[in-house]
Nanobody, 123 residues
Framework: QVQVTESGGGLVQAGDSHGLSCAASGRTESSYGMGWFRQAPGKEREFVAATRWIVGHTYYADSVKSRFTISIAKNTVYLQMNGLKPEDTAIYYC??????????????????WGQGTQVTVSS
C-alpha cells in the first residue's frame, strides 16, 4: 500500500502563486506515478497533473498547462500553481497509481488517494 497526505491548502487571491505538497509513504517503489486532481463544488473530480517517479515525464490538463508545475523529490510530490484564478478553487487531491496508464488522467487509474486540501482563490 501507499499512503499519501496533502498539505498546503489555503486562501489566496487571484493572480497569486501557491504551492501544494504531497508526502508519499509505504510501497512507493511499487507505484508508477503520482497525480493531482481537484474537485470544485458541484463538479466532478478532474485531472490536474501527473508525473512518473522518474523525473522528466509530466502531464497536465489543458486548463492548467503553463500555469501549474508538478515536480517530485524523494517521496514528495509538489504542485506549484501560478496565476491562480477563481475557477481554480477546489479541493485538491493527491493520488498514487500502481499501473502504467496513470498518464491518461483517468481517476480509475489511481489506487491510493489522500484526504484532500482546500484551495480557495478569491477575485
Amino acid at each position: 500500500q501507499v499512503q499519501v497526505t496533502e498539505s498546503g491548502g489555503g486562501l489566496v487571491q487571484a493572480g497569486d502563486s501557491h504551492g501544494l505538497s504531497c508526502a508519499a509513504s509505504g510501497r512507493t517503489e511499487s507505484s508508477y506515478g503520482m497525480g493531482w486532481f481537484r474537485q470544485a463544488p458541484g463538479k466532478e473530480r478532474e485531472f490536474v497533473a501527473a508525473t512518473r517517479w522518474i523525473v522528466g515525464h509530466t502531464y497536465y490538463a489543458d486548463s492548467v498547462k503553463s500555469r501549474f508545475t508538478i515536480s517530485i523529490a524523494k517521496n514528495t510530490v509538489y504542485l506549484q500553481m501560478n496565476g491562480l484564478k477563481p475557477e481554480d478553487t477546489a479541493i485538491y487531491y493527491c493520488a498514487a497509481a500502481m499501473g502504467s496508464h496513470f498518464y491518461t488522467g483517468a481517476s480509475y487509474e489511481y489506487d491510493y488517494w489522500g484526504q484532500g486540501t482546500q484551495v480557495t482563490v478569491s477575485s
